[in-house]
């Protein structure tokens, strides 16, 4: 089993800034990519960003120029930086990992973190 810690969410102005951080833990397991997902109230969950192991990283469109995501593989950790937050950004994030143990792929998720931006 791998376990996701979220911290790092809260109320913020709009254009103000937010670090969210998600720690892996999880014996025998080899975390591959990791992400982060969000979901506002009424809507479906919908990807923000992902980053492989390699330090690739992908975006939404939406987020792109305002948002990074970084990791420390030592550490299991991803980080998203989130800059010139606007409230459409409000809802709570997910951080997901994707981990092998042995021949075995999995999906974990975090317990969710509340982004709340005021207009």
């Known amino acids: 089993q791998v376990q996701l810690v979220e911290s790092g969410g809260g109320l913020v102005q709009a254009g103000g800034s937010l670090r969210l951080s998600c720690a892996a833990s999880?014996?025998?397991?080899?975390?591959?990519?990791m992400g982060w997902y969000r979901q506002a109230p009424g809507k479906q969950r919908e990807l923000v960003t992902t980053?492989?192991?390699?330090?690739?990283?992908n975006y939404a469109d939406s987020v792109k120029g305002r948002f990074t995501i970084s990791r420390d593989n030592a550490k299991n950790t991803t980080y998203l930086q989130m800059n010139s937050l606007k409230p459409e950004d409000t809802a709570v994030y997910y951080c997901?990992?994707?981990?092998?143990?042995?021949?075995?792929?999995?999906?974990?998720w975090g317990q969710g973190t509340q982004v709340t931006v005021s207009s």
């Open positions: 980053i492989t192991s390699g330090g690739s990283a």
């Open positions: 999880g014996s025998g397991f080899s975390i591959n990519a």
């Open positions: 997901n990992a994707a981990a092998t143990r042995g021949w075995l792929n999995y999906s974990y």
